[in-house]
């Protein structure tokens, strides 16, 4: 295993605007092959993943990088630790609370990975039925709430806002990714639904070209706390 600065030299000459993290070795071979560690179906990781890879595998004639589903930023982050994926897209919040040991439920501190570079500012969404009668975070008490797959950085999200503002042990989290979350709530099986990603969002229109909707205005903890 050694230290691949050709790596870097190859992503920072790419026109990236990222939060990408990768490990500091990888195997060598004639032509290096890597693994980028995305999201789920539906979400900007996975758009971005799959986009990145496809071009330098496509540009690069040394290097061979393949697109791996993830259920997101808590798992990316894992697996580039491990060295299961080379690298991939966390959240800048995970990533600081990662190295730091303070993620949730987690207290290990994941110190073998770097951040390269800066993607996009991802704004959380609450998106609900516009005829479900929630106009605001408190009223999802006693709901049923999707809020990312399990070991993804919405979920993390999710559980560090509801939990903030009181809620988390308040309503049913559901634990599954953006698309099918979307079909969920067109087809009344959750009232409502957090996304942590760029916009446009594939799974925000998906869910607005079923049904008429309604995206929730963030308030102030102090606003909620119940």
């Known amino acids: 295993m050694i230290h691949r ?6 992503l920072s000459a790419t026109l990236f605007v990222f939060a990408l993290i990768f490990s500091g070795s990888i195997a060598e071979a004639a032509k290096t092959r890597l693994a980028f560690s995305g999201g789920p179906d539906g979400g900007t990781f996975q758009y971005f993943s ?9 540009t690069q004639a ?6 791996m589903a993830s259920a997101g930023s808590v798992e990316n982050l894992r697996r580039v630790n491990s060295g299961d994926a080379d690298f ?3 959240y ?5 609370l990662g190295k ?6 987690d207290p290990r501190e994941y110190g073998n990975v770097y951040s390269a570079a800066y993607l996009y500012g991802a704004p959380a969404h609450l998106l609900t039925l516009k005829d479900s009668g929630i106009t605001s975070v408190k009223e999802l008490e006693g709901k049923r709430v999707a809020v990312g797959p399990a070991g993804s ?8 806002f509801f939990t903030a503002v009181g809620l988390w042990d308040n309503f049913t989290p559901e634990f599954i990714g953006y698309s099918q979350g979307a079909s969920a709530l067109a087809d009344g099986l959750i009232d409502a ?32 706390a119940l």
């Open 88 to 90: 991939g897209v966390v």
């Open 193 to 224: 639904m957090w996304v942590f990603a760029g916009f446009p969002n594939s799974s925000v229109i998906q869910a607005a070209a079923s049904n008429p909707i309604l995206i929730v205005k963030n308030p102030r903890p102090q606003d909620v």
């Open 153 to 160: 950085g919405a979920a993390a999200s999710a559980q560090r």
């Open 62 to 67: 040394d290097l061979e990088v393949s697109n």
């Open 100 to 105: 730091n040991g303070k993620l949730t439920n």
């Open 50 to 58: 799959n986009a990145i890879s496809s071009r330098l595998s496509r």
């Open 5 to 10: 600065t050709k790596l870097l030299a190859t």
């Open 92 to 96: 800048a919040g995970d990533l600081y």
